[in-house]
Nanobody, 124 residues
Framework: QGQLVESGGGLVQAGDSLRLSCTSP???????NAWFRQTPGKEREFVAAISRNDDYTFYADSVKGRFTISKDNAKYSFYLEMTNLTPEDTAKYYC??????????????????WGQGTQVTVSS
């Protein structure tokens, strides 16, 4: 960890929006950029991913239609726009990058570089 830096988390109310950002000071980017989230006692959960070269995106069913992942290759940054947040979205959010093929996209163990995480808390 330490190759990526997240920002943008916070405490919001249900129905609010937040935008998370992930940047790489060391320009550590790879084929796929993704967001995961984790709550205490649970395994890290895939949220969304975007391919670096062709902008193909993939979302977990739980966030589809509410979250949007995007990127800016020139800035070595990618983002997660979260709308209509619910208390179930409360978690620590991590950005990560992986190389290779689409295989293992949802598997956090396949990601080589991670940020330190940013907390998102949604109150009801």
């Amino acid at each position: 960890q330490g190759q990526l830096v997240e920002s943008g988390g916070g405490l919001v109310q249900a129905g609010d929006s937040l935008r998370l950002s992930c940047t790489s000071p060391t320009r550590t980017f790879s084929a796929f950029n993704a967001w995961f989230r984790q709550t205490p006692g649970k395994e890290r959960e895939f949220v969304a991913a975007i391919s670096r070269n062709d902008d193909y995106t993939f979302y977990a069913d739980s966030v589809k239609g509410r979250f949007t992942i995007s990127k800016d290759n020139a800035k070595y940054s990618f983002y997660l726009e979260m709308t209509n947040l619910t208390p179930e979205d409360t978690a620590k959010y991590y950005c990560a990058v992986k190389g290779g093929a689409w295989t293992g996209l949802l598997d956090y163990t396949q990601y080589a570089y991670w940020g330190q995480g940013t907390q998102v808390t949604v109150s009801s």
